[in-house]
Nanobody, 124 residues
């Protein structure tokens, strides 16, 4: 079992930045694909970014490409999401997820473990 805990969310003005962290307990993340997803009020959960266990493959949703950066530190058992140039459309609860495997995954059902999420609110 992998327990994931997100942190770093908060309220920020448009154009600002936040760095989300996802810390794991119970098992090393070094062999897991990690993903970030978000769910805005009244909307379905959507994919944001994913990174393979080695960090060698990364994929972003078009809506965040060029603004968000996913990274991981396997020694610290932590995955990060650096979010820059935030807009009100980025307002959502952000959750990290983990899945065993060698390639990246884009769909929520492909992930086995989820954190509780951290809220990000961007005001105009």
């Amino acid at each position: 079992q992998v327990q994931l805990v997100e942190s770093g969310g908060g309220a920020v003005q448009a154009g600002g930045s936040l760095r989300l962290s996802c810390a794991a307990a119970g098992r090393s993340l070094s062999s897991y694909v990690m993903g970030w997803f978000r769910q805005a009020p009244g909307k379905e959960r959507e994919f944001v970014a994913t990174i393979t266990w080695s960090g060698g493959s990364i994929y972003y949703a078009d809506s965040v490409k060029g603004r968000f950066t996913i990274s991981r530190d396997n020694a610290k058992n932590t995955v990060y999401l650096q979010m820059n140039s935030l807009t009100p459309e980025d307002t959502a609860v952000y959750s990290c997820a983990a899945a065993p495997g060698g390639r990246y995954y884009l769909e929520p059902y492909e992930y086995d473990f989820w954190g509780q999420g951290t809220r990000v609110t961007v005001s105009s």
